[in-house]
């Protein structure tokens, strides 16, 4: 299975992941052949791209940090519970435990899988952002928690304020959300004020731990002590506030927004390793790109030497140095493939990564 950009999709290709509608029900499944009907769709809804089976991706297997179904059925809950907020209906008591219980579930998933990187390009639509945005913050989050030995409690009180991060987004009128210009000053005070509102949204509805909502109020301080709303600096954000703000930018800068187009992996962690220090705290910096591979598997990627190839293996100590199966020579024309590993082939350590292309 490889990731095939939106742009470079073409008909008779293979789907090799099921894509979700704006519903959470299945638009796309597994094995279906695309037509072109098919492909206007997915530009439609915003897919930054498919997932495909096909002879040169045939061996490669890409394992999930959550399982797709409890992905799904997380977005759904979050889903109720943004717009029942936002329809100013009361909660009843089975809708924030439904969240909590999709908390333990990501942590159980997560745990079992705690060896793994996160190695997947998300797939999500225009529509569904805000919902698929707080469970990936909630499950990188989540990661860099037991990256960290926090303990399953600690992990669940990061877990649930990382998924309700941005529920004071529900407040902000969706024209100023959706704005596809620059916003004017009025416009951004209103969207900084999403953080205040959350938090004291959370603090009075729903019975959950106090670092839970505090970590909402802080996920945009800034570790140089230029961010929102207070200002705070350094140690004196909240550990879950640090985190999240780190997995919030990481996610929102790999999708596509109104505004711009998403950024590679490779783009994005590379904005945060740049940012590390100023934005976000340079020690946790240290454990997110090791946990999140910039040139995730079934990638394809021009090397140095412009061969192309197809990522198949990650190293975490060594996320830039993974195995591949190369495909074609300097020129562009096919090779019969053949394997080699960044991190372990002497004859391969002159060689780098240049940038994620199509074939």
Not at 213 to 223: D, K, N, P, T
Not at 271 to 289: E, H
Request: aromatic share 8%; glycine share 6%; proline share 3%.
């Amino acid at each position: 299975m490889r990731f095939v950009p939106t742009l470079c999709l073409r008909e008779g290709m293979i789907v090799g992941k099921k894509l979700y509608g704006n519903n959470e029900q299945v638009l796309i499944a597994e094995k279906t052949e695309l037509k072109q009907t098919y492909i206007d769709k997915i530009k439609l809804l915003g897919f930054s791209g498919v997932y495909v089976e096909d002879n040169i991706s045939k061996d490669i297997h890409i394992e999930t940090m959550i399982n797709e179904d409890l992905r799904i059925k997380a977005v759904k809950g979050i889903k109720e519970l943004f717009v029942a907020s936002e329809k100013g209906s009361k909660f009843s008591t089975p809708k924030i435990d439904k969240a909590k219980l999709m908390v333990e579930s990501i942590i159980r998933n997560i745990l079992e899988n705690k060896n793994l990187m996160v190695n997947m390009i998300d797939l999500k639509t225009f529509d569904d952002y805000t919902f698929y945005h707080s469970v990936n913050v909630a499950v990188l989050s989540i990661v860099i928690g037991v990256a960290l030995d926090l303990n399953k409690n600690e992990l669940y009180k990061l877990g649930l304020g990382a998924l309700m991060h941005d529920i004071g987004k529900v407040f902000i009128e969706k024209e100023i959300l959706n704005k596809k210009g620059k916003l004017t000053d009025n416009e951004y005070v209103q969207v900084k004020g999403h953080s205040e509102l959350g938090y004291r949204y959370l603090k009075e509805n729903f019975d959950i731990p106090i670092t839970s909502y505090v970590s909402a109020l802080q996920h945009h301080e800034r570790f140089d002590g230029n961010g929102y709303p207070d200002g705070k600096s350094g140690k004196n954000i909240s550990l879950f506030g640090r985190i999240i703000s780190i997995t919030d930018v990481y996610d929102a800068l790999t999708s596509d927004r109104p505004y711009r187009k998403a950024l590679l992996p490779s783009d994005a962690i590379e904005y945060i390793m740049a940012n590390s220090g100023s934005m976000f705290d340079p020690d946790l910096v240290k454990i997110f790109v090791r946990k999140i591979a910039p040139y995730p598997i079934g990638t394809c990627v021009r090397l140095s030497n412009n061969i192309r190839a197809i990522v198949v293996d990650n190293y975490e100590y060594f996320v830039m140095r993974p195995k591949l199966k190369i495909l074609t020579d300097e020129n562009k024309n096919p090779v019969e493939p053949y394997y080699i590993d960044l991190k372990n082939d002497k004859n391969s350590m002159n060689i780098t990564i240049v940038d994620i292309v199509d074939m």
